[in-house]
């Protein structure tokens, strides 16, 4: 069984993903900002890990030991027009979703390098690839991610690490709650349609976290794995839909 550390194990899919590599016997590392979030899972490591602070970072990978598979898990949102985005608010989401992330791969590389194997699975979304309306900030955060794990693929390859970018729709984890949104004054974008007919399409975690598991334990790894069936549905339209126009 291989050594698996999950970043925010402690809740949504992060926590479904680590239930489900327990489920089939690995030896699981689980991190999370707040460790106490990590309580009720049968963890070989508890270990604190926040993806945007260098410090947290290393200490969690020193304390780890040699790990088999990362699974890079930092996801936060918001909705705004393009034109109503915070700038500051679009410098924080992508400091971590897309810097943590490459934070937490970077403290991973050196050892995986070393011993010549090693598999990096960031959680990226469909919307990596398909950006709507109200949604920008986030897809540019993964589609920024999307750019950095494909150049990644290409030069860790040589050294025996593989890199995949996880592409789930909408999934019923918490994270589309309650979700902050952020308008002009007298708003001319009201009503404009957003994500509703992807998030109509919202599945459970577990399914999500099994495919994902399943995936991992294959000795080769695609560097795109879309995850359920209305992912691969939604992608597979925007692939059939011309380049020259939005798609919606």
């Not at 984890?173 to 957003?194: E, F, I, M, R, W």
């Not at 599945?203 to 991992?216: C, F, L, R, S, W």
């Amino acid at each position: 069984m291989s050594t698996v550390l999950v970043t925010g194990a402690g809740r949504g899919i992060g926590r479904a993903i680590t239930e489900e590599f327990i489920r089939r016997g690995h030896h699981i590392i689980g991190t999370a900002r707040n460790t106490a979030s990590l309580a009720g899972l049968d963890l070989a490591q508890r270990l604190a890990l926040d993806v945007t602070d260098d410090a947290s970072v290393r200490a969690a990978f020193q304390a780890a030991g040699d790990v088999d598979i990362v699974v890079i898990n930092p996801a936060e949102i918001f909705y705004a027009a393009v034109e109503a985005i915070p700038l500051g608010e679009l410098q924080r989401l992508f400091n971590l979703n897309t810097v943590g992330a490459l934070r937490v791969a970077q403290a991973a590389l050196p050892g995986m390098r070393a011993r010549g194997d090693g598999k990096l699975l960031f959680m990226s979304s469909v919307v990596g690839r398909v950006s709507l309306p109200n949604g920008a900030a986030y897809a540019a955060t993964k589609w920024a991610l999307e750019a950095l794990v494909e150049a990644l693929a290409i030069e860790v390859a040589p050294f025996g690490v593989q890199t995949a970018l996880l592409e789930p729709g909408a999934v019923s984890s918490g994270a589309l709650d309650n979700v902050k949104s952020y308008t002009l004054p007298a708003d001319p974008y009201a009503g404009l349609k957003g994500d509703e007919d992807v998030r109509r399409l919202m599945i459970t975690p577990e399914p999500v976290a099994e495919e994902i598991a399943h995936a991992a334990e294959k000795p080769e790894l695609p560097l795109r794995i879309p995850v359920g069936d209305p992912a691969r549905a939604l992608l597979a339209a925007r692939h059939a839909a011309p380049d020259d126009v939005p798609f919606a």
